[in-house]
């Protein structure tokens, strides 16, 4: 399972795979399965699916949902409970944070006094300043039935926030496409490179960092690929997939 930003491509909204990467997963791709694992909605893969087809279950949305990429059909899914959406909106305002909803459709929807959200599956807050950044974690924390999570943002420096339902996570959706696939978590190669990285890293029995990933993630992983920009998966997938 593959994370995408810092992982798959460089930390770039239209960023894309390498030719040498998308050549060695369509090698791995006939051995073993291979899949993704990020916090981008499916609106925000297109350009990246139109030249890497992926077959099988991934994750996206942060572990809200399951999703069939051939065919596009959700397999699971897991929305935020509407009343944290709006405890979330709340506090996000009081620490003059701008919130924004990621429903069902694959939209950004800001929220509004007369919005009430419909399968909200991540309130996405992005490029959160460092200002009262980690009193607003701990707050949003307090809210029962949420996880929280950091990721790197596309812009280079800052952090972006993201909050799915406590059942939605990375570790829940690798637990789920193993489900689907008949096999154990433990057959699973995790590879990352971000905060919320961790959750799917702890969850697969190989544990892979990229050379870009941050300095406690590779403290946790069982081998450090090169980096992104030196294609680091082409690496990984010769030594763990292909054997060579």
Not at 15 to 42: D, E, M, Q, Y
Not at 53 to 58: A, E
Not at 200 to 210: D, N, P, R, T, V
């Amino acid at each position: 399972m593959l994370d995408v930003d810092g992982t798959l491509i460089p930390n770039n909204r239209n960023g894309l795979p390498s030719n040498a990467v998308i050549k060695a997963i369509k090698k791995a791709n006939k051995k073993i399965h291979v899949g993704i694992a990020t916090a981008r909605p499916l609106s925000v893969l297109e350009n990246i699916l139109s030249v890497l087809p992926l077959s099988g279950p991934s994750i996206i949305n942060g572990g809200s949902q399951i999703i069939d990429l051939p065919s596009q059909k959700i397999l699971k899914e897991q929305p935020i409970e509407i009343h944290d959406v709006l405890k979330i909106c709340t506090i996000a305002k009081q620490f003059k944070i701008k919130p924004i909803i990621i429903n069902d459709t694959d939209e950004d929807i800001e929220l509004s006094k007369d919005y009430k959200p419909y399968k909200p599956f991540q309130v996405y807050m992005p490029d959160v300043s460092s200002k009262n950044r980690d009193e607003f974690l701990q707050t949003i924390s307090h809210i029962s039935h949420v996880s929280v999570h950091k990721t790197v943002s596309w812009r280079r420096g800052g952090i972006d926030i993201f909050i799915t339902h406590s059942l939605a996570t990375k570790h829940h959706g690798v637990l789920e496409v193993a489900r689907i696939l008949g096999i154990t978590p433990k057959e699973i190669i995790g590879v990352g490179d971000g905060y919320n990285d961790f959750s799917l890293l702890l969850s697969c029995g190989l544990k892979i960092a990229m050379g870009n990933a941050i300095s406690d993630l590779k403290a946790i992983a069982d081998y450090t690929a090169p980096s992104v920009e030196k294609d680091g998966l082409v690496k990984v997938i010769k030594k763990f997939v292909l054997g060579v």
